[in-house]
């Protein structure tokens, strides 16, 4: 069967490699000249790679581990020490760290947190214990439940009080869904927590080795393609045509550079796009109908991803950092992470400015100087003196909608992937699915629709798709 698919990105991929492996020919269509939606990256005339995020991939990320197992390139995750480090904005150029030992699970996120003496006192560590129980014992029932509240009104309901937020919450919510507690949904961190507490690697924190487009994009394009399918970019959807009784006739592909339509033909269609731009294009027809309506309720929020190029080295930290700045939410020297971007002697910040919704519309240098401004707390000793470290170069990102914003009630906005069109899926990490809009969530939403479709539509003698099970846990131990 052909299946048409709309977006590039990790979730259109990963959906067309499954639909591979059950025996139909998927056709992905990508709008820009580039691989990988939000994943995307771009070289710079210097040779110099820039990013559409600040990408860090989780023990705790089952789906994605076992994509890169299965295309053969899981040695490009470069594993890091089983910690989590956060800045002390009291005490600038200072880290507080997490360290996980390597023990079972939940133990060992137990043990970091009574080992910490930097963030939380014994008080504070007992009340966040207490608090976290119910969502530990009661499961994933209450943990949804828990979608009508902010998590900062959930602690707050469990008795834990607002420094425990302000010391690592504010952090870790930033981080995982680019805004503050008190707006992302309780469900969001809950979950989270509940992956990192049930999974003995799932904290564990990975980067690529160079650049996702090359790296992770470009052999699911390679498998895709060498089993029959196809993938092309520059192909923009312009409009969704359809047959008299609803159903998709065809996608109509706005032709480039003056250039006439195309209309592609497929026997299964499906939206692999991000939730605004899907809500633009739906057929107005469809939009009268109750499960496109509830799209309404989902928006993209707004993320500014930096890179900073410096003429000396800042760190050597080989890590992920929480900044646990009012403007900063993650960073990392690419220089030391990841292999391709490797310099001795240079560091190569990337950073993500969240929450950005105050910050989309300014110019990229505004951006920029705001973020040094706040680099000069971070790295005292090397912007004060006579000699600070120097800006090389700069680049600023702007994803004016990214991923769903996951403030509380939208759990009920998420659609499935299956649609009530008979002929049209979806997927993206804004469906439904258990993790929240990231890297894992796309994957494992392609994975859902493509399963959808092979179970709707088989294929006979074809291999059958991959069961969604975690693969083993040695893979984030020892990467």
């Known amino acids: 069967m052909r299946v048409a698919i709309a977006g590039a990105g990790l979730a259109g991929l990963s959906c067309a490699k499954y639909l591979t492996d ?18 995307a990256a771009w070289k710079d005339s210097d040779g110099d790679w820039y990013e559409i995020g600040l990408h860090a991939f989780f023990g705790a990320y089952p789906n994605m581990l076992q994509l890169l197992k299965e295309l053969g390139i899981e040695d490009r995750l470069q594993w890091k020490e089983h910690t989590l480090i956060f800045n002390q904005p009291e005490m600038p150029g200072t880290l507080s760290r997490f360290d996980v030992p390597d023990i079972p699970s939940p133990f060992n996120v137990i043990a970091s947190i009574l080992r910490n003496k930097d963030m939380l006192t014994w008080e504070q560590k007992i009340r966040f214990a207490i608090g976290l129980l119910p969502a530990v014992v009661r499961g994933q029932k209450y943990v949804e439940d828990m979608d009508k509240y902010s ?37 969001i961190l809950l979950t ?7 999974e003995r690697y799932g904290s564990k924190i990975a980067f690529l080795d160079g650049s996702p487009t090359e790296r992770l994009c470009s052999p699911i394009v390679d498998y895709i393609t060498e ?75 707004p ?32 220089s030391n992470t990841c292999r391709e971007y490797a310099n001795p002697n240079r560091s190569m910040l990337e950073l ?16 920029v100087a705001a973020t040094i401004a706040e680099l000069e707390k971070l790295f ?21 909608r990214s991923v769903y914003k996951a403030t509380p009630g939208r759990q009920q906005y998420r659609p499935a992937q299956v649609t009530p069109i008979a002929n049209f899926y979806l997927a993206g990490s804004y469906t439904m699915q258990r993790y929240l809009g990231s890297m894992e969530g796309a994957v494992l939403s392609g994975k859902l629709t493509a399963q959808a479709i092979s179970e709707a539509l088989p294929v006979a003698n074809s291999s059958n798709l991959q069961t969604l099970t975690r693969p083993p846990a040695t893979n984030a131990a020892t990467a």
């Open 22 to 39: 059950a025996g139909h020919t998927p056709i992905v269509l990508e709008s820009r000249d580039v691989l990988g939606g939000l994943v």
């Open 151 to 187: 998590f900062l009104e959930w602690l707050k309901r469990q008795g834990v009080d607002e420094r425990v937020t302000s010391d690592v919450f504010i952090a870790a919510c930033k981080a995982l869904t680019f805004i503050n507690p008190d707006e992302v949904s309780a469900t």
């Open 192 to 198: 989270a927590l509940n992956r990192f507490l049930q």
């Open 227 to 301: 089993c029959g399918g196809e993938v092309r970019l520059n192909a923009p959807l312009k409009e969704i045509l359809l047959n008299a009784d609803g159903t998709v006739k065809a996608y109509l592909i706005r032709g480039l550079n003056g250039a006439e339509d195309e209309v592609l033909t497929a026997d299964v269609y499906v939206s692999a796009m991000s939730v605004d731009p899907l809500k633009v294009i739906l057929p107005k027809p469809w939009k009268q109908i109750e499960f496109f309506k509830k799209l309404e309720g989902l928006e993209g929020v």
């Open 303 to 334: 993320v500014i991803n930096l890179h900073l190029w410096f003429d000396r080295k800042l760190t050597e930290i080989d890590h992920l950092l929480f900044s646990r700045s009012p403007l900063l939410s993650v960073y990392a020297d690419m």
């Open 352 to 367: 993500v400015l969240a929450p950005a919704k105050d910050w989309i519309a300014k110019s990229d240098e505004e951006i």
């Open 380 to 400: 005292p000793d090397h912007f004060g003196g006579d000699n600070p470290a120097t800006l090389l170069k700069s680049h600023v990102v702007k994803t004016p």
